[in-house]
């Protein structure tokens, strides 16, 4: 075995009970950025599980209306105008509103968003339209969002209860998730059973009619290309209408994520929490490396005085560094899961590890080391080995006088 | 208040001379807070020589041992260390200095998470000899007779035990010149004896010189040379055995039985 | 050879160290197996030098050995009563050292002084001298007044 002692490794592992309370230590920072930066993501995806779910490439709104989930309604004749177009296979309307649903048990009122579609058109790709689809062309019916909050009572089909004091059945459910706006649960009826309720919903929405559609979606011949389809839209649709595509850097999606995350304080709250984490962690590891230099300090100078360089102490607290990231991390990443498991099942929202988010905060957890391995090691920068002479000599000096 | 002095002004090196100090002043602290600990000091210590220092607490005698170890830049006078210049040097260069000279410490200072033979392979790798640092490790550590201990850690050691730990990490480079202060202060008679002992034989075989800080008593006798600082300054020089020498020799007249009868 | 304590081994040195250089050189010997030597003064009076160790002494933190220099003086004297008179009587004016006598009869003039770091070379002179000079002078006198015999020139065990 030709190669150097690992003086880092042996030093962090010597003591077994302090180096399973470092790596908490660090696990526990790592856990912390993950849930504040996952509640964070949870919020954003939610509001957009909804639009992933729409069947098509290209999203028509109304130009007012800022996010989704503003009420502004355009005209569907704009629907006709894109399907006119070359590469465009249909245009589908969608309908969406929030409104009271009485919890048929507690008899409280709480507020749930209402989506409509034309059940024969294939808008949404939810699958339990199609199961359901002869039964939400009766009247009053409608479909309940199982992952609904638990204040809007059971869910299953067969309740019947109010919306917006008017009778309504469900007949069915289906998955999707809550957000902002759905408020505390999601509804998907008919359009024609929409329109009967809400055609005017007071002064704060357009009024609607099957003339006005509030979320267009056009699905375009496969093949196509949609960057070139949106351009060709916008020029010849007119201006009161804004055409993007659903998804890439400029589409809907991202325009809605946007939306959320500079319209609201969710994204300076939870950045601020998760940088909170990051200087826990900081603090925490820094700590353990300093203890561990200030433990170690008589035994560092000594390393000095053999005629080490500095360039290899620092080289050890940063070895030390690093060592805690990755270890400590593993932990931190696997209770992670587990919670974002937990959390989803309680708040409905969405919770997501994608690999991208672990890569993200795996450099961050880098940094976090890093960070507290430069300023721990400018403790060692100063150790003068000529002082471990003098400090014990003038120790014992004291003693024996 | 240091000042430079134009190495011409010093005698030439010497070979046979481990370390050779001229003229030397020390100052701890600058400007205002300067306060000199050594004064003018010149010794000579040969090749071989194993040299106690010995004076009061506060003498300066550990901050001489610090200068000719490396340990600290130097500005004013002359101090040779196996040939080489330490006044003047930088950082990096007395680095490399080090590495020639073995210390010992009152305290071990070894690593409580590496083994024995962990330790002292630490002062090997420093010479770059990666694939003869485990035997060289084993070797040295026979021969203070810890053959048996070689891997066990430091808490698994006795106090005796861990200063030869200690001592054959300084000695595994056999290095030309060993450092050592007070190495037997936290030592059994027995072991301390044992210490003395196997410096002495290290440097009577392989010609290391030994400088030593010690108040020791019982173990001045190993020494070929004690030289007492008093307040930074050297007091005296002398040999331990040639105690004679160091009474002027009374010229003795006839002598007669009558001197010794009242 | 083995020494008992540090301080019998330094003294046993130092004590080496001097006599190389003193008057004493030429007719030192030393033992090869008892921390011991024997020297000539003055062409005449054999004296031997011991170094013994001290282990029960005042001073419990050093260690602490004592040099005895001795020269037999006469061995067969009588009368007794006498000879033992004569001898208390004349360590009264004595400066350093006295007389001693042993279960054989024979007597000795001795001095001891203490050894160690704290030997001083003036005071192991005066001690050597004063036994050389005494055990010379008294010799012939003891002989003559008690009728006994000079001692033969070997080194014979003495007790302290």
């Given at each position: ?43 954003y995806d939610s509001q957009l599980q909804l639009l992933n779910r729409f069947n098509g490439e290209i999203i028509i709104v109304n130009r007012l209306r800022t996010n989704m989930f503003v009420p502004r309604a355009f005209a569907r004749r704009r629907l006709y105008q894109a399907r006119a177009f070359d590469g465009v296979q249909d245009a589908y309307a969608m309908y969406i509103s929030e ?14 968003r209402v989506i409509a579609i034309n059940p024969d058109e294939p808008v949404l790709s939810i699958p339990e339209i199609e199961?359901?689809r002869?039964?939400l062309k ?36 289906f998955?999707m998730g809550?957000d902002f706006a759905s408020?505390?649960?999601n509804l998907l009826m008919s359009d024609q059973n929409f329109l009967?309720?809400f055609a005017d919903r007071?002064?704060e929405e357009d009024k609607r009619s099957f003339a006005t559609v509030d979320i267009g979606v056009v699905k375009l011949e496969p093949g196509t290309n949609v960057e070139r389809m949106v351009n060709v839209l916008r020029e010849n649709l007119p201006n009161d209408v804004l055409v993007m595509a659903r998804d890439g850097d400029n589409g809907f999606v991202i325009r809605e994520r946007n939306y959320w995350q500079e319209n609201t ?85 969405f ?51 | ?262 | ?160």
């Amino acid at each position: 075995m030709i190669k150097r002692i690992p003086l880092a490794w042996l030093n962090l592992t010597h003591d077994r009970r302090r180096f399973a309370t470092s790596l908490a230590g660090v696990g526990f920072a790592v856990l912390l950025m993950f849930m504040f930066n996952g509640f964070m993501n949870a919020l954003y995806d939610s509001q957009l599980q909804l639009l992933n779910r729409f069947n098509g490439e290209i999203i028509i709104v109304n130009r007012l209306r800022t996010n989704m989930f503003v009420p502004r309604a355009f005209a569907r004749r704009r629907l006709y105008q894109a399907r006119a177009f070359d590469g465009v296979q249909d245009a589908y309307a969608m309908y969406i509103s929030e409104v009271n649903w009485k919890n048929p048990e507690t008899r409280k009122s709480r507020g749930v968003r209402v989506i409509a579609i034309n059940p024969d058109e294939p808008v949404l790709s939810i699958p339990e339209i199609e199961t359901y689809r002869q039964l939400l062309k009766l009247p009053e019916t409608a479909l309940m969002d199982t992952k609904s909050r638990v204040e809007v009572g059971p869910v299953e089909p067969g309740i019947i209860s109010e919306l917006a004091d008017r009778r309504i059945r469900l007949v069915g459910t289906f998955t999707m998730g809550t957000d902002f706006a759905s408020g505390n649960g999601n509804l998907l009826m008919s359009d024609q059973n929409f329109l009967r309720y809400f055609a005017d919903r007071g002064p704060e929405e357009d009024k609607r009619s099957f003339a006005t559609v509030d979320i267009g979606v056009v699905k375009l011949e496969p093949g196509t290309n949609v960057e070139r389809m949106v351009n060709v839209l916008r020029e010849n649709l007119p201006n009161d209408v804004l055409v993007m595509a659903r998804d890439g850097d400029n589409g809907f999606v991202i325009r809605e994520r946007n939306y959320w995350q500079e319209n609201t304080n969710i994204g300076f709250v939870f950045s601020l929490l998760t940088s909170m984490g990051f200087f826990v962690g900081i603090i925490l590891v820094y700590q353990i490396l300093y203890t561990d230099v200030a433990d170690h300090w008589a035994e560092y100078a000594t390393l000095k005085a053999m005629g080490y360089k500095n360039g290899y102490l620092l080289g050890v607290v940063m070895q030390e560094a690093m060592i805690l990231s990755v270890l400590g991390f593993i932990p931190g990443v696997l209770v992670s899961q587990l919670l974002y498991t937990a959390a989803g099942n309680a708040t409905g929202l969405f919770f997501q590890m994608t690999p991208e988010r672990i890569v993200n905060l795996l450099i961050a957890t880098f940094i976090m080391c890093l960070v507290s391995g430069a300023i721990a090691v400018r403790k060692v920068q100063t150790t003068d080995p000529a002082d471990v002479f003098l400090t014990l000599t003038q120790v014992l000096s004291q003693v024996s006088s | 208040m240091s000042k430079t002095q134009p190495q011409s002004t010093f005698d030439p090196p010497r070979d046979d001379l481990a370390v050779h100090i001229q003229h030397l002043n020390y100052f701890f602290g600058a400007g205002d807070l300067s306060k000199q600990v050594l004064f003018d000091i010149s010794l000579d210590l040969p090749r071989g020589q194993i040299v106690i220092l010995t004076g009061p607490s506060g003498s300066g005698k550990t901050t001489l041992l610090t200068l000719a170890g490396a340990l600290r830049r130097l500005q004013d006078g002359s101090l040779r260390v196996l040939g080489k210049e330490l006044v003047g040097l930088g950082d990096r260069a007395l680095v490399n200095v080090r590495r020639n000279i073995g210390f010992i410490f009152q305290a071990h200072n070894l690593f409580e998470s590496l083994t024995a033979s962990q330790n002292v392979e630490m002062a090997v790798e420093l010479t770059g000899n990666f694939s003869s640092k485990r035997d060289q490790a084993v070797a040295m550590l026979s021969a203070l007779g810890l053959a048996d201990r070689v891997d066990y850690k430091p808490q698994s050691l006795s106090g005796g035990q861990k200063q030869r730990v200690a001592i054959a990490r300084a000695l595994v480079n056999h290095p030309q010149l060993v450092l050592a202060d007070e190495p037997t202060a936290a030592l059994d008679k027995k072991s301390g004896r044992d210490v003395v002992t196997y410096l002495h034989n290290l440097s009577r075989q392989e010609g290391c010189t030994v400088l030593m800080v010690t108040h020791d008593n019982r173990i001045l006798d190993v020494a070929d040379r004690i030289i007492n600082l008093v307040d930074g300054r050297l007091e005296s020089d002398s040999t331990p055995n040639a105690f004679v020498h160091s009474k002027t020799q009374e010229a003795i007249a006839e002598v007669s039985a009558d001197m010794f009868i009242m | 050879m083995k020494f008992t304590n540090g301080a019998q081994e330094l003294t046993y040195g130092r004590l080496q160290d001097y006599l190389s250089g003193s008057l004493f050189k030429s007719t030192m010997r030393a033992s090869d197996d008892q921390p011991s030597f024997d020297l000539v003064y003055q062409d005449t009076t054999l004296i031997e030098l011991q170094v013994l160790p001290w282990d029960t002494h005042p001073y419990p933190d050093i260690e602490m050995a004592i040099v005895r220099a001795s020269s037999c003086v006469a061995i067969g004297c009588h009368p007794e009563l006498d000879l033992l008179r004569f001898l208390l009587d004349e360590n009264r004016k004595i400066r350093f050292g006295s007389f001693q006598t042993d279960d054989a009869g024979t007597v000795f003039f001795a001095n001891r002084i203490l050894g160690g770091e704290h030997m001083d070379p003036t005071e192991l002179e005066v001690c050597l001298l004063s036994v050389g000079a005494i055990a010379t002078r008294y010799s012939d006198i003891i002989i003559d007044k008690f009728d006994g015999q000079r001692a033969l020139n070997s080194a014979l065990p003495s007790k302290l």
